[in-house]
Protein backbone atom coordinates (compact mmCIF):
# COMPACT_ATOMS: atom_id res chain seq x y z
CA UNK A 1 0.00 0.00 0.00
CA UNK A 2 1.52 3.40 -0.97
CA UNK A 3 2.41 5.85 1.54
CA UNK A 4 0.25 8.71 2.58
CA UNK A 5 0.82 12.05 2.10
CA UNK A 6 -0.96 15.32 3.20
CA UNK A 7 0.18 18.52 1.65
CA UNK A 8 -1.42 21.74 2.34
CA UNK A 9 -0.61 24.99 0.34
CA UNK A 10 0.29 28.06 1.81
CA UNK A 11 -2.17 30.67 0.75
CA UNK A 12 0.39 33.44 0.32
CA UNK A 13 4.32 33.75 0.53
CA UNK A 14 6.24 37.07 0.04
CA UNK A 15 10.09 36.42 -1.92
CA UNK A 16 12.56 39.20 -1.88
CA UNK A 17 14.41 38.34 -4.75
CA UNK A 18 14.57 35.62 -7.76
CA UNK A 19 14.71 32.58 -5.95
CA UNK A 20 14.39 28.46 -6.05
CA UNK A 21 11.19 27.64 -4.36
CA UNK A 22 11.19 23.94 -2.64
CA UNK A 23 7.79 22.19 -1.81
CA UNK A 24 8.42 23.31 1.77
CA UNK A 25 8.59 26.92 0.93
CA UNK A 26 4.90 26.79 -0.23
CA UNK A 27 3.05 23.78 1.44
CA UNK A 28 3.07 22.31 4.55
CA UNK A 29 4.08 18.55 4.32
CA UNK A 30 2.62 15.61 7.11
CA UNK A 31 3.98 12.44 6.44
CA UNK A 32 7.01 9.85 7.53
CA UNK A 33 9.62 11.93 8.60
CA UNK A 34 12.33 10.37 6.27
CA UNK A 35 10.44 10.83 3.53
CA UNK A 36 8.94 14.13 4.62
CA UNK A 37 12.63 15.76 4.83
CA UNK A 38 12.64 14.39 0.60
CA UNK A 39 9.62 16.01 -0.20
CA UNK A 40 10.33 19.32 1.41
CA UNK A 41 13.86 20.06 -0.77
CA UNK A 42 11.96 19.11 -3.57
CA UNK A 43 12.32 21.52 -6.45
CA UNK A 44 9.37 23.10 -7.61
CA UNK A 45 10.00 26.13 -9.61
CA UNK A 46 12.74 28.92 -10.25
CA UNK A 47 11.47 32.40 -10.03
CA UNK A 48 13.01 34.99 -12.93
CA UNK A 49 12.56 37.85 -13.86
CA UNK A 50 10.34 36.98 -16.56
CA UNK A 51 7.57 36.31 -13.91
CA UNK A 52 7.59 39.94 -12.45
CA UNK A 53 6.09 40.45 -9.22
CA UNK A 54 3.33 38.14 -8.95
CA UNK A 55 3.21 34.17 -9.44
CA UNK A 56 0.72 31.38 -8.86
CA UNK A 57 1.25 27.86 -8.26
CA UNK A 58 -1.23 25.49 -8.66
CA UNK A 59 -2.15 22.35 -6.65
CA UNK A 60 -2.54 20.29 -9.76
CA UNK A 61 1.17 21.38 -10.88
CA UNK A 62 2.26 20.06 -8.12
CA UNK A 63 0.48 16.91 -7.59
CA UNK A 64 1.42 16.01 -11.05
CA UNK A 65 5.53 17.21 -10.68
CA UNK A 66 5.59 15.39 -7.76
CA UNK A 67 4.03 11.73 -9.17
CA UNK A 68 6.72 11.33 -11.48
CA UNK A 69 9.23 12.02 -8.93
CA UNK A 70 7.70 9.81 -5.97
CA UNK A 71 5.51 7.10 -7.88
CA UNK A 72 5.40 4.81 -4.66
CA UNK A 73 3.95 8.20 -2.38
CA UNK A 74 -0.13 8.96 -2.51
CA UNK A 75 -0.86 12.58 -1.99
CA UNK A 76 -3.52 14.01 -0.35
CA UNK A 77 -4.60 18.10 -0.59
CA UNK A 78 -6.47 19.42 1.77
CA UNK A 79 -6.85 23.44 1.95
CA UNK A 80 -6.38 26.04 -0.61
CA UNK A 81 -5.82 25.18 -3.90
CA UNK A 82 -3.11 27.61 -4.98
CA UNK A 83 -0.29 29.66 -3.40
CA UNK A 84 0.44 33.16 -4.27
CA UNK A 85 3.66 34.13 -4.54
CA UNK A 86 4.36 37.81 -4.33
CA UNK A 87 8.04 39.27 -5.45
CA UNK A 88 8.73 42.13 -3.12
CA UNK A 89 11.81 44.49 -4.55
CA UNK A 90 14.44 45.03 -0.98
CA UNK A 91 12.64 48.22 0.73
CA UNK A 92 14.28 51.27 1.07
CA UNK A 93 13.94 53.08 4.13
CA UNK A 94 11.36 56.10 3.77
CA UNK A 95 13.23 59.49 4.52
CA UNK A 96 12.49 61.22 7.28
CA UNK A 97 11.33 64.36 5.35
CA UNK A 98 8.66 62.09 3.07
CA UNK A 99 7.67 60.45 6.80
CA UNK A 100 7.21 64.16 7.85
CA UNK A 101 5.58 65.45 4.75
CA UNK A 102 2.82 62.25 4.23
CA UNK A 103 2.46 62.95 8.71
CA UNK A 104 1.50 66.40 8.07
CA UNK A 105 -0.60 65.86 5.36
CA UNK A 106 -2.74 63.45 6.84
CA UNK A 107 -3.04 65.47 10.14
CA UNK A 108 -3.93 68.46 8.17
CA UNK A 109 -6.56 66.61 5.50
CA UNK A 110 -8.17 64.19 8.79
CA UNK A 111 -8.44 68.07 10.75
CA UNK A 112 -10.15 69.70 7.95
CA UNK A 113 -12.28 66.31 7.75
CA UNK A 114 -13.40 66.82 11.12
CA UNK A 115 -14.34 70.71 11.10
CA UNK A 116 -15.91 70.75 8.25
CA UNK A 117 -18.10 67.76 9.35
CA UNK A 118 -19.02 69.25 12.67
CA UNK A 119 -19.96 72.78 10.54
CA UNK A 120 -22.30 70.28 8.48
CA UNK A 121 -24.33 69.03 11.33
CA UNK A 122 -24.26 72.62 13.44
CA UNK A 123 -22.22 71.17 16.31
CA UNK A 124 -21.08 74.95 18.13
CA UNK A 125 -24.74 75.51 17.71
CA UNK A 126 -26.07 72.49 19.25
CA UNK A 127 -23.63 72.90 22.03
CA UNK A 128 -24.49 76.49 22.72
CA UNK A 129 -28.04 74.60 23.29
CA UNK A 130 -27.21 72.10 25.86
CA UNK A 131 -24.92 74.99 27.88
CA UNK A 132 -28.29 77.05 27.71
CA UNK A 133 -30.58 73.71 28.75
CA UNK A 134 -28.03 73.24 31.85
CA UNK A 135 -27.40 76.31 33.48
CA UNK A 136 -30.14 79.05 31.93
CA UNK A 137 -27.74 81.20 30.21
CA UNK A 138 -26.10 82.15 26.43
CA UNK A 139 -22.68 81.55 25.70
CA UNK A 140 -20.89 81.95 22.69
CA UNK A 141 -17.97 78.98 23.70
CA UNK A 142 -19.17 76.75 26.10
CA UNK A 143 -15.27 75.24 26.89
CA UNK A 144 -16.45 72.93 29.50
CA UNK A 145 -18.72 70.97 27.03
CA UNK A 146 -16.57 71.69 23.65
CA UNK A 147 -12.86 70.74 25.26
CA UNK A 148 -14.42 67.41 27.10
CA UNK A 149 -15.84 66.59 23.72
CA UNK A 150 -13.02 67.07 21.63
CA UNK A 151 -10.64 64.73 24.06
CA UNK A 152 -13.28 62.11 24.30
CA UNK A 153 -13.68 62.64 19.73
CA UNK A 154 -9.87 61.41 20.25
CA UNK A 155 -10.31 58.96 22.54
CA UNK A 156 -13.28 57.16 20.81
CA UNK A 157 -11.55 57.29 17.24
CA UNK A 158 -8.50 55.59 19.17
CA UNK A 159 -10.76 52.86 20.49
CA UNK A 160 -12.44 52.38 16.94
CA UNK A 161 -9.45 51.61 15.24
CA UNK A 162 -8.41 49.62 18.44
CA UNK A 163 -4.66 50.66 18.29
CA UNK A 164 -1.91 53.30 19.79
CA UNK A 165 1.12 53.29 17.80
CA UNK A 166 1.87 49.55 17.68
CA UNK A 167 0.01 47.99 20.34
CA UNK A 168 -3.69 46.88 20.37
CA UNK A 169 -6.25 47.33 22.99
CA UNK A 170 -7.62 43.60 22.49
CA UNK A 171 -7.54 41.04 19.81
CA UNK A 172 -10.50 42.17 18.18
CA UNK A 173 -9.35 43.42 14.70
CA UNK A 174 -10.48 47.26 13.91
CA UNK A 175 -13.51 48.42 11.05
CA UNK A 176 -10.15 49.85 9.36
CA UNK A 177 -8.04 45.97 9.26
CA UNK A 178 -11.58 44.14 7.84
CA UNK A 179 -11.99 46.09 5.25
CA UNK A 180 -8.69 45.65 4.50
CA UNK A 181 -8.86 42.18 4.59
CA UNK A 182 -11.62 41.90 2.51
CA UNK A 183 -9.87 43.92 -0.12
CA UNK A 184 -6.70 41.81 0.03
CA UNK A 185 -9.39 38.69 -0.37
CA UNK A 186 -11.02 40.59 -3.36
CA UNK A 187 -7.39 40.88 -4.89
CA UNK A 188 -6.24 37.78 -4.53
CA UNK A 189 -9.72 36.37 -6.12
CA UNK A 190 -8.74 38.10 -8.67
CA UNK A 191 -4.85 37.63 -9.17
CA UNK A 192 -6.00 33.36 -8.81
CA UNK A 193 -8.95 33.66 -11.50
CA UNK A 194 -6.14 36.08 -14.32
CA UNK A 195 -2.57 34.82 -13.54
CA UNK A 196 -3.11 31.25 -13.04
CA UNK A 197 -2.19 29.62 -16.48
CA UNK A 198 -5.23 26.56 -15.67
CA UNK A 199 -7.98 29.03 -16.08
CA UNK A 200 -10.09 29.12 -19.03
CA UNK A 201 -9.91 32.58 -18.90
CA UNK A 202 -5.87 32.30 -19.94
CA UNK A 203 -5.69 29.19 -21.91
CA UNK A 204 -8.57 30.34 -24.00
CA UNK A 205 -6.55 33.42 -25.09
Do not use: C
Amino acid sequence: MAEQVYLRMKKNIELSGYQEIKLKDIAFISTNGNVKRRLENTPIYHVTKKDKNIIIIDSFLIIDHLIKDYADLEFQLIGPTQTIIRVQPKKKSPSLLLSIGVWILLFVGTAMTIMNFHYDVSMQEVQQKIHYLLTGEVKEFPLWIQIPYSFGLGVGMLLFFNHWFNKRFNEEPSPLEVEIYNYQQDLDNYVIQYENKLNDANTSK
